[in-house]
């Protein structure tokens, strides 16, 4: 019986948090308060970057809070999940999944649900809110805090914010061995999602290594 309960949750889980993470925020914002579709503007990406780029500080500031707080609820249902779902809440042995395992399903749930939004056929966003919000609680304040200050280093060293985007997301499968060692499904997972990440940066890879990328303050568009 256990074991039908543990794949539902982890089913469930997965779902949930991957609807969570597929609203298109950038659009409905773009759309309902600047009359706009952001897609059809600047780099086309409906994430913060070219929201504050396209719609200013506001619409910028907007889609940011909304990405994060998404990514960030998303990080949070793991714990309520496993607290009424899972025998012994995912902490003890006779847990059928750790909690660990959870915290992975949901964070690559959310980060997935984000690039591949079911609402813009199957595309979005780059996922780096949503994933920094979701990480809160998947490494915890420390963890998220540590993958924040190697975005924020390196995009003030490069003033690329692609590049601070690529190396928090080449840095989370090591950071994430630190916090889920010997939680192999969990670590995986977290992987997983960090190479979405990157794939979704694909075409900033190709402008950094071309040297036609923006930076900040500059007048080019950044994808």
Not at 36 to 50: A, H, P, Q, V
Not at 60 to 87: E, Q
Not at 186 to 204: E, G, K, P
């Amino acid at each position: 019986m256990w074991e039908e309960i543990r794949l539902l949750v982890a089913v469930c889980l997965f779902v949930v948090c991957f609807l969570l993470g597929s609203i298109p925020w950038g659009v409905i914002i773009s759309k309902t308060f600047f009359h706009k579709d952001i897609r059809k503007e600047g780099s086309g990406n409906i994430g913060t970057t070219n929201a504050m780029r396209t719609m200013g500080k506001a619409g910028g500031a907007a889609v940011f809070v909304l990405d994060f707080g998404k990514g960030l609820l998303a990080g949070f249902l793991p714990l309520v999940a496993c607290w009424f779902f899972v025998p012994g809440g995912g902490l003890t042995p006779e847990s059928p999944l750790s909690y660990a395992t959870y915290q992975g399903i949901g964070f690559l749930g959310c980060v997935w649900g984000h690039i591949f939004s079911p609402w813009l056929k199957f595309k979005g966003g780059k996922g780096i809110a949503v994933a920094v919000g979701s990480l809160f609680f998947t490494f915890g304040v420390a963890g998220a805090l540590f993958e924040l200050a190697i975005f924020i280093v390196v995009v003030a060293l490069t003033r690329y914010v692609s590049a601070g985007s690529l190396a928090a997301a080449v840095a989370c499968p090591f950071v994430s061995l630190y916090f889920f060692w010997g939680e192999w499904a969990a670590w995986a997972l977290c992987v997983i999602a960090a190479l979405t990440v990157v794939w979704a940066h694909r075409s900033n890879i190709g402008r950094l290594r071309a040297g036609t990328e923006s930076r900040i303050g500059s007048k080019k568009k950044e994808g």
